[in-house]
Each structure stands twice: as structure tokens, then as C-alpha cells.
Nanobody
Framework: QVQLAESGGGLVQAGGSLRLSCAAS????????MGWFRQAPGKEREFVAG????????HYADSVKGRFVISRDNAKNTVYLQMNSLKPEDTAVYYC?????????????????WGQGTQVTVSS
């Protein structure tokens, strides 16, 4: 399985921006569909965005559509999440996940790998 490590979280005011990064190592990154997920206190982990192996397909949760952009650089073994117009309800721990699956099925794939998560806090 691929090893994943997120970075880029932090504290930001509402309306601000952050870019999360997820660096992969251990296996062929370019063969993995990648996604971003988040978990707020007291809530289940939810899908945020997913991207196909070469980046030609991306899908977003309705709650972030038009504000977040997922991208990947296979030469750098990294997937990104650009988050704009942040809202307090975006506050959560953000995780990247990867699997040999469709981007929308990463969370239920048999070979899914997860990073350790990075905290994003949006103040009002």
C-alpha cells in the first residue's frame, strides 16, 4: 500500500484560503485514485473530493463545489486540495486517501490507504 502524509492545515478566518498537500511514497502513486475526506467532531468521515489516476476526472461534494479544487502532480507523488472561501462549517480534520478504485469508491476499496490527517479550523 501507498503511504500518505498530509500537510498544510491550520487556522484561517472565514473567507480565507488554504492549500492542503498529501505526499505519497512506497508504491506507484500514479496508479492510485486519490481523494480528500474530512471528519468534524462528533460526525462521521465524509467525502470531499476525488480525482482519477491521471487527473482527468474530478468529483466534489455539493458542500464544497465551486470553492475547493483537487489536483495531482504524479511527478511529485502529491495530491492537493485548494480550499477557497472557507466557512466555519469546513472545520474538520482532513484526510487523504488512495486506492485502486474509482475516485468515488476510495473509502470502501479493499486496498485503501489513509494519511494521518491535518486539522483545518475556520474561525468566524
Amino acid at each position: 500500500q501507498v503511504q500518505l502524509a498530509e500537510s498544510g492545515g491550520g487556522l484561517v478566518q472565514a473567507g480565507g484560503s488554504l492549500r492542503l498537500s498529501c505526499a505519497a511514497s512506497g508504491h506507484t502513486f500514479s496508479s492510485y485514485a486519490m481523494g480528500w475526506f474530512r471528519q468534524a467532531p462528533g460526525k462521521e468521515r465524509e467525502f470531499v473530493a476525488g480525482i482519477s489516476v491521471i487527473g482527468g476526472y474530478a468529483h466534489y461534494a455539493d458542500s464544497v463545489k465551486g470553492r475547493f479544487v483537487i489536483s495531482r502532480d504524479n511527478a511529485k507523488n502529491t495530491v492537493y486540495l485548494q480550499m477557497n472561501s472557507l466557512k466555519p462549517e469546513d472545520t474538520a480534520v482532513y484526510y487523504c486517501g488512495g486506492a485502486h478504485s474509482h475516485p468515488l469508491e476510495i473509502a470502501v476499496a479493499r486496498d485503501v490507504s489513509w494519511g494521518q490527517g491535518t486539522q483545518v479550523t475556520v474561525s468566524s
